[in-house]
Every structure is written in structure tokens, then in C-alpha cells.
């Protein structure tokens, strides 16, 4: 079931179970995560408010969902405290540190290999 224009319009939440708009339509005071996150803000908590619905190849419905926020709800951004600072400066330490030979290899080790990629092709690092 693909979703028309007239599918994805439903302001007043009958078909939906909340108000639905089309891509790019929704009213003024709804953002969704990203757009409330550029402004520095969060749901802080807030039910979702609305949706928006598009065609989508990619999704198995083939619908895809935006959800929406109250802007006038939202809340500040919390900042980043000293502790989670580090954690996350830890936890990015052991994603580029690969479990086979211990290096720091400067970027993401790739989760397909599991570690470096000179320890996953060590025939191909000799050849070179």
C-alpha cells in the first residue's frame, strides 16, 4: 500500500490514531528530533505530537515515518558534564583500538572485520 497525498493528510488524527501530514507540510510549532537538536533542544519527555508520511522504496511497508515534536514542550539540551566527556572520549578510544594487535590504528576499526584491516589481510600488508 503505497501512501498518496490524501493518505497522508490526516489532521485530525481519525486514520492514523495522530495527526498525520505529508513530507515537507507539517504545520508551523512541530519539529522533529534533528530540527529540535539544531536548536538546541530535546523532547524532554513530551508524547510525539504528530507524524509525517512518504513513499518509500527502501522501508518493507514502504512508508516511511518522521515523528513530531511540540516545540513550545521541548526542553534545553543538557550539557555535557565532565564525566560523560570522558566516557565517550573512552569509548571512542576502543573503537579505533584494534583487539588483535592493541594499536590505536586513528579511526574506526570497520565492524565487518573486527579489527584492523592489517590484521585482517596480513598476506596482503607483506605484498606491499
Same mark, same amino acid.
Given at each position: ?6 493518505? =497522508? ?28 537538536? %539544531? ?7 513530551? $508524547? ?27 526542553? $534545553?539540551?543538557? $550539557? ?13 578510544? %576502543? ?12 579511526? =574506526? ?6 579489527? =584492523?584491516?592489517? =590484521? ?9
Amino acid at each position: 500500500m503505497s501512501p498518496t497525498f490524501g493518505k =497522508c493528510y490526516d489532521p485530525t488524527g481519525v486514520l492514523h490514531g495522530i495527526p498525520t501530514f505529508p513530507w515537507k507540510y507539517a504545520p508551523d510549532g512541530y519539529a522533529t528530533r534533528r530540527q529540535l537538536r %539544531a536548536r538546541g533542544l530535546r523532547p524532554g519527555g513530551q $508524547p510525539v505530537a504528530a507524524q509525517l508520511m512518504r513513499r518509500s522504496r527502501r522501508r518493507k511497508a514502504g512508508v516511511a515515518v518522521a515523528f513530531l515534536y511540540r516545540i513550545e514542550l521541548a526542553e $534545553p539540551v543538557r $550539557p555535557m558534564t565532565l564525566a560523560k566527556r570522558a566516557a565517550l572520549a573512552k569509548a571512542m578510544t %576502543a573503537r579505533r583500538t584494534c583487539p588483535a594487535c592493541r594499536v590505536d590504528v586513528g579511526y =574506526c576499526i570497520p565492524t565487518s572485520l573486527g579489527m =584492523c584491516p592489517g =590484521c585482517a589481510y596480513p598476506e596482503e600488508q607483506r605484498a606491499a
